[in-house]
């Protein structure tokens, strides 16, 4: 009888200690659902993204593990030495000192290789990436259905995949184009996984549709880590505040950020790097405000610090068709006048020019796909002459330079987002001919 009264008595009690509890749990998840879907500056390393490893057939570099058919050969490291050994591939790497090759063949099968991944692929959430692609005009190996020698040429895709596991292809991340290029040139993807993934693939396959399976190479080279980029306009305008909070970086800080940047194709926030280039212009300018004592800063500059690359690429890496973005370029929304926080990078780019008079170049102007086809050509061409003209201005020989528009025909991003539209709305230096260093 105590014992039921007394239940009787603490039961009123135990429900509403149950209703705090739960109350206090719906509270902290909300709370924790609200912080994870506020946008941050996250990076996802690879293991090896460069592909380093001892040149060898067969044999994937170190960081990859091999997801190829049974009974078949593993992708290669090149460049092997003699070439003879190494399937006649004699392309120099885009970055450290070896690269990987990859082939699709006529029998049906093709290379791919995995790693985990230094974090997860979060759904709803978008990544950017960048890797360097080109094919071999020379990759001899034996036909795997008429056993003759073959010249594996035909221009094939990489397909990049997520999964959870060593080898699983859960989902499509991207695919790029048909690789035909023979010179190195770098590739810009976006991901928008549809599930968490812990895992990416890397694979070789024959552009679609196709009516039978061919040979084929490509060849892959310094891949960007995974970058978290905006999905939307809030988004981007959450990263922008990110940046804009930040304390002035380290000089090494200040270059690991720059080369994200370059990784997310020049994601970040214009009006940060503004303010930079401004504090910059401005330390400068302390000294002596003229514009005449400003070039002749600059002049001196150079002969203590000669320009040597051009876009990060070094003369003796520049190669004809090799494209080249440049990053800190500015533009007013529809205008094609150059803001002057360029002038230092376009100046740079002159002064190379200059002193490599044998190189000769296009300047190509691409625009996003929203207005329409007329005014994108109209402007990408007015911003490809406006930056032409700066080059002229600057003492470089205008034989040596001419200029495109190519509107909107050629996106290296998906349009569908902020993000991408900013990737798609650029100026490329195109190299035309190198001549002899």
Request: aromatic fraction near 8%.
């Amino acid at each position: 009888m105590v014992l039921k009264r007394l239940k009787h008595i603490m039961a009123p009690i135990f429900r509403q200690i149950l209703k705090v509890i739960i109350a206090t749990a719906i509270l902290l998840f909300a709370s924790v659902g609200q912080v994870s879907g506020q946008f941050s500056l996250d990076t996802i390393k690879l293991t090896n993204p460069s592909f380093e490893d001892q040149p060898q057939n067969s044999v994937p570099p170190k960081g990859w593990t091999d997801c190829g058919f049974r009974n078949e050969t593993p992708p290669d490291v090149h460049p092997i030495d003699p070439p003879s050994q190494g399937w006649h591939v004699t392309m120099e790497p885009q970055h450290g000192d070896t690269y990987m090759g990859m082939v699709v063949r006529d029998n049906d099968t093709w290379e791919r290789v995995s790693q985990q991944l230094k974090g997860t692929l979060e759904r709803g959430k978008c990544y950017g990436f960048t890797i360097w692609l080109a094919r071999s005009p020379v990759y001899v190996s034996p036909s795997h259905i008429t056993r003759q020698i073959t010249n594996y040429t035909t221009p094939v895709v990489l397909r990049i995949w997520g999964g959870n596991d060593a080898c699983d292809r859960r989902f499509l991340l991207g695919e790029s184009s048909a690789v035909s290029n023979t010179t190195w040139e770098k590739y810009y993807f976006q991901f928008n996984p549809d599930s968490d993934f812990s895992h990416i693939m890397l694979e070789a396959f024959y552009e679609t549709p196709t009516l039978f399976p061919y040979n084929g190479n490509l060849l892959l080279d310094n891949a960007s880590h995974i970058s978290r980029i905006p999905c939307n306009e809030s988004e981007t305008e959450e990263m922008e505040e990110i940046l804009a909070k930040r304390e002035v970086p380290s000089e090494k800080e200040e270059q690991e950020t720059e080369r994200v940047a370059v990784e997310s194709a020049d994601l970040a926030s214009d009006e940060l790097r503004q303010s930079n280039i401004e504090e910059d212009r401005d330390a400068l300018s302390a000294e002596d405000s003229s514009d005449e004592d400003k070039s002749d800063e600059l002049a001196l500059d150079r002969r203590e610090n000669p320009v040597r690359s051009l876009g990060g690429f070094h003369r003796s890496q520049l190669e004809e068709g090799q494209l080249i973005r440049i990053n800190r370029l500015y533009f007013d929304a529809d205008e094609a006048e150059i803001k002057e926080e360029s002038f230092e990078d376009l100046t740079k780019i002159a002064y190379f020019l200059i002193d490599n008079p044998e190189v000769v170049v296009e300047i190509g102007g691409h625009t996003n796909d929203l207005p329409s086809e007329e005014y994108c050509y109209n402007l990408s061409t007015a911003r490809a002459k406006s930056v032409t003209n700066f080059l002229i201005d600057r003492g470089v020989d205008d034989n040596r330079l001419t200029y495109k528009g190519y509107g909107k025909s050629k996106p290296v991003a998906t349009n569908k987002t902020a993000v991408g539209r900013r990737m798609n709305q650029r100026v490329e230096i195109k190299i035309l001919s190198v001549g002899e260093n």
